[in-house]
């Protein structure tokens, strides 16, 4: 016998829940992995454009494993958090390779794919196969916290070993895969973190938050995230209209995104002669008179979950190339548009190719 909470979700979702979205409904385990990939960390306002973007891109995941990289991540350019955009190239390579294009039908296969964990595991699961797993996230959370009235921290082993067994107890077994949709859709429109939607909500008379007005008190929380500062100088050299960019590497932010050349400082340092000295000329072995202008530009901000970037961008025009990168890769302005950059980058090419917007252009 469904619970009350489940009949009252179930009968809100036939009546009352009209959110569109494109992958509403989808039986494609590609499609459906696709969309909860690109989802991950990201808004579905957002989310929406790219999932379409790459859908027209690459329509089988046979198309998505033999595309170039660059390419790839080229379309993924402004989702951030690129580590899911690796993941997805690796999965699809391997589900071709290994899998013949089929993905895994059960909830341990999918958990064996890379950058698959237990939530989108059971999103497949139950979207794709109808299998009975519940899907467990922040509207999860937040709806069963009020509902039921818990204030176990929903970042604690405690709490979220709690908030699993609710989901699963509460879950459809019969339709799991609707069920899951519908409690996605109803934390996200009517159970929402903030303006929560209680005057119309079918749940009103059943949830313990509400009669005991503690909507905005729930769920709890204990940690809070530490952003840790950095500070970036990109440095734009140029010679004979052609400009100087690199691929990051592994290990820290924007993996496999291009960039201009990089020196990181532990606090912001003035752009003066020995700062010029000291990090450009010494490093690269070059002396002012290959310098035949270099202009600072004004800072840009990016904010990531746990890092605060703070960037300037100098331009350096040389009359020679640094033996140093005389093999590395140079680029006209119109190139740019071919390699995948991280958005702060993107924000201040937006600004410095946009002729007569600015007196700083490249």
């Known amino acids: 016998m469904p619970s009350s909470f489940t009949q009252l979700l179930l009968k809100w979702n036939e009546n009352e829940n009209y959110r569109p979205m494109p992958w509403k409904g989808e039986k494609n385990p590609y499609k459906i992995w696709l969309s909860e990939i690109i989802l991950q960390q990201t808004r579905v306002e957002q989310g929406w454009a790219y999932y379409e973007k790459f859908l027209k891109n690459f ?22 958090y690129y580590n899911r955009c690796k993941n997805l190239l690796f999965t699809a390579r391997q589900i071709v390779k290994e899998f013949k294009g089929k993905f895994p039908n059960s909830y341990e296969g999918l958990l064996l794919l890379k950058g698959v964990g237990p939530y989108t595991a059971s999103a497949i699961a139950s979207f794709a196969y109808n299998l009975p797993h519940a899907v467990v996230d922040g509207n999860v959370f937040r709806v069963f916290s009020r509902f039921y009235g818990i204030a176990t921290p929903i970042d604690t082993k405690e709490g979220i070993a709690i908030f699993n067994k609710i989901a699963f107890e509460n879950l459809s077994k019969t339709q799991a895969g ?17 303006s929560a939607q209680c005057p119309s909500c079918v749940m009103q008379k059943k949830c313990i938050a509400f009669t005991q007005n503690q909507v905005n008190l729930l769920p709890v929380k204990l940690k809070t995230i530490q952003k840790k500062k950095r500070f970036f100088d990109f440095l734009i050299f140029r010679h004979d209209e052609q400009y100087l960019i690199q691929k990051r ?24 002669s020995k700062y010029v000295q000291k990090f450009i000329l010494e490093p690269l072995a070059l002396s002012t008179k290959n310098i035949i202008s270099l202009l600072p530009s004004s800072m840009y901000k990016q904010t990531l979950t746990h890092q605060e970037i703070q960037a300037r961008f100098i331009i350096i025009n040389l009359n020679r190339k640094p033996a140093l990168f005389a093999k590395a890769l140079w680029v006209k302005k119109d190139g740019f548009k071919k390699y995948p950059f991280p958005k702060i980058v993107n924000d201040f090419l937006k600004m410095a190719l946009n002729k007569g917007k600015s007196g700083f252009s490249l």
């Open 178 to 194: 609707i069920y899951n949709q519908a409690l996605m859709d109803f934390g996200a429109t009517v159970c929402k973190p903030m």
């Open 249 to 272: 590497g592994e290990g820290d932010i924007w993996s496999n995104l291009y960039q201009f050349y990089l020196i990181e400082n532990e606090k912001p340092i003035v752009m003066d």
């Open 59 to 80: 329509p089988t995941i046979f198309h998505l494993a033999a595309a170039k990289d660059e390419k790839v991540f080229k379309l993924w350019e402004g989702l951030g």
